[in-house]
């Protein structure tokens, strides 16, 4: 299996602006950046998490993207069902589209395998907080950048 790169971005675009700019606001050229990512591609990303509602935006000088809850109240689950839309291991997993079922619906021996697989991975990224990968951050000792715009020198 393999998550599509909207999910793996949108984490770590979002692990970045809960790391670096806590409750700040944070522009997409600072995390395209910090983090390799197209700013351009980064834009299209912020759009579903804006609609899932974990992101917030503000235009001007000042404005830039912030997180719309905090870090500890968003899971990786939130980012990647934001970002995938479902989150299923196989089509013959029960949460998908009925058209698409198994052809051996009730029938096959492995549907309860990947049903049951799908859903021990969904909640262990319910489980995991952006706070978490905070937390995860400080102990691997990466250095916070703070933001020029909000520095002030006397």
């Not at 990786?76 to 299923?88: F, H």
């Amino acid at each position: 299996m393999k998550f599509s790169t909207k999910s793996r971005y949108g984490l770590r675009a979002l692990f970045d602006m809960a790391y670096h700019s806590g409750t700040l606001p944070a522009q997409i050229k600072d995390i395209s950046r910090r983090q390799n990512i197209s700013p351009r591609y980064l834009e299209q990303i912020f759009q579903d998490l804006k609609k899932a509602g974990l992101l917030n935006s503000r235009r001007g000088p000042q404005g830039g993207y912030s997180l719309a809850k905090k870090p500890q109240e968003i899971s990786v689950r939130d980012i990647v069902l934001a970002a995938e839309g479902a989150m299923t291991l196989t089509k013959s997993d029960k949460k998908t589209d009925a058209t698409e079922s198994c052809e051996f619906d009730n029938q096959c021996v492995t549907q309860r395998i990947w049903a049951e697989a799908s859903q021990k991975l969904e909640d262990y990224f319910e489980s995991v907080t952006l706070k978490d990968l905070c937390d995860e951050g400080k102990q691997l000792g990466l250095e916070k950048e703070l933001d020029h715009r909000f520095m002030y020198y006397i």
